[in-house]
């Protein structure tokens, strides 16, 4: 797995106002154009951030997350959901 | 021969124009941007370049440089989420940067080149509270250690060392400045929580650089440290290029708030 397909859905939301626009708004629609597989569309919709430092998407870049309300998170749940573990070396 | 005049660091938290905006004169962090500030215009220097890493505003994981030079005429502030400050722009200066590139190529150090950019906070912070005329010319180096792996440190302490050098070297009579943007202790959206920051390791940095000792920071900065200081903190790679451009001179001014630290050398007698 390479979250390459993550990285760049996190990174247009914040560069791109449009695909933000589509991705607060049809999520599903919005996720076809990227390459994610089945497992990264799910923890996306799931707002599974710790799984998603578990695989070693860029913490910065996740920040977008609760910052423009995206798959429904907030500050609190992503506080809550990533856990306490020690930072990962990005991939 | 141009010469180094001046340099100075200090962070480039996105939020602290709007907090300073809110609460002037209340803050310390503007209270020490504006120590800096006093440094840099008694050096009065016509061009600063500026070390930093890029925010993935003009690079992502498609292609991100170890290390880029900006060869650019002028460039402008971009929208960015949670910055909110006024919409600047700034000269580049293209004869300089154009040499500087090929200097490094000369001398090993494979730097990109970027003759378009955007300017992010981690230029434009600084800048805001150091230079609000943006009237100096800019010639912006980026790092790429937001996505990592990131060059060493000591590579980047080389690298500085290679800029002193083409400084000196170069025909025109530029007074240049050098600029270090960035924490030195920072986590942002991981695990720890943005207040936290590894105070020791701030004291450390702190400790040798008002001892001189920027080899001894650049030993010290390894990945693994750097990643335990926080997601960010390899923002410190910024300070030690600066480092190794100074021969050793001590700071003029060093103070920190939390994991970050400002600082300035007054560099007027070549020191």
């Known amino acids: ?91 | 021969m141009a010469k180094i005049v001046t340099a100075f660091g200090t962070l480039h938290t996105p939020f602290l124009p709007e907090q300073v905006s809110n609460a002037p004169g209340q803050l310390k962090p503007e209270a020490m941007a504006n120590e800096v500030r006093e440094h840099l215009e008694k050096a009065k220097p016509d061009v600063i370049i500026v070390f930093t890493s890029d925010h993935f505003v003009n690079f992502f994981y498609n292609h991100f440089p170890a290390f880029c030079v900006g060869v650019i005429d002028e460039a402008e502030t971009t929208p960015e989420t949670g910055c909110n400050m006024p919409h600047y722009s700034l000269s580049g200066h293209r004869k300089m940067a154009a040499a500087l590139h090929r200097a490094a190529l000369r001398s090993n150090f494979d730097l990109a080149t970027a003759q378009e950019v955007k300017l992010e906070h981690t230029i434009m912070v600084p800048l805001h509270f150091i230079t609000p005329d943006m009237n100096i010319p800019i010639i912006p180096i980026y790092n790429g250690c937001l996505a990592p792996p990131a060059p060493s440190a000591r590579r980047c302490y080389s690298l500085g060392r290679m800029i002193r050098r083409f400084i000196e070297d170069w025909d025109g009579d530029e007074r240049v400045a050098l600029m270090a943007g960035g924490s030195v202790s920072l986590e942002v959206g991981g695990p720890r929580d943005t207040t936290w920051f590894d105070e020791p390791w701030v004291e450390t940095v702190k400790g040798l650089m008002s001892k001189g000792d920027y080899q001894g920071v650049a030993r010290r900065a390894t990945e693994q440290k750097m990643l335990a200081a926080g997601n960010v903190a390899h923002e410190l790679l910024n300070w030690t290029t600066v480092f190794g451009a100074l021969d050793g001179a001590l700071p003029d001014y060093l103070d920190s708030q939390r994991g970050s630290v400002f600082a300035a050398w007054d560099l007027e007698d070549g020191r």
């Open chain 1, 1 to 91: 797995m390479s979250v390459y397909a993550i990285h760049k859905l996190l990174w247009l939301s914040e560069e791109d106002p449009e695909f933000r626009a589509r991705l607060q708004s049809d999520p599903d629609e919005a996720m076809k154009g990227l390459a994610l597989t089945v497992e990264e569309v799910q923890a996306l919709k799931n707002g599974d951030v710790h799984t998603l430092h578990q695989w070693g998407v860029s913490n910065f870049l996740m920040r977008v997350m609760p910052m423009h309300g995206l798959f429904g998170m907030t500050n609190e749940t992503y506080r809550e959901r990533i856990g306490k573990e020690s930072p990962r070396l990005q991939v």
